[in-house]
Nanobody, 114 residues
Framework: QVQFVESGGGLVQPGGSLRLSCAASGSIFAINVMGWYRQAPGKQREWVAL???????TYSDSVKGRFTISRDDAKNTVYLQMNSLEPEDTAVYFCNVVTRAAYWGQGIQVTVSS
């Protein structure tokens, strides 16, 4: 069983910043990939960014240059620094952890609005 504690979401004005964090605990062994996905109202869940155990990062085109993903393996935590936020970034953000299987956080709301 894997549990998650997500934090950092909320309401922010366009152009603002937020930092999401997701801490995993429980039956965690050798996390391979950690990532973030998001789901906007009425849309399918989409991939945002991921970081491998070797520290290699990749981003979707929609967030490249604005978002930065990082991880702290000592804390089994993945972060998402989000800058220059746009209304189109409004969504529920989910962390994803891949070990022997894939696990999902419960989601955290991010709203970008003036």
């Amino acid at each position: 069983q894997v549990q998650f504690v997500e934090s950092g979401g909320g309401l922010v004005q366009p152009g603002g910043s937020l930092r999401l964090s997701c801490a995993a605990s429980g039956s965690i062994f050798a996390i391979n990939v950690m990532g973030w996905y998001r789901q906007a109202p009425g849309k399918q869940r989409e991939w945002v960014a991921l970081v491998t155990r070797d520290g290699i990062t990749t981003y979707s085109d929609s967030v490249k240059g604005r978002f930065t993903i990082s991880r702290d393996d000592a804390k089994n935590t993945v972060y998402l620094q989000m800058n220059s936020l746009e209304p189109e970034d409004t969504a529920v953000y989910f962390c994803n952890v891949v070990t022997r299987a894939a696990y999902w956080g419960q989601g955290i709301q991010v709203t970008v609005s003036s």
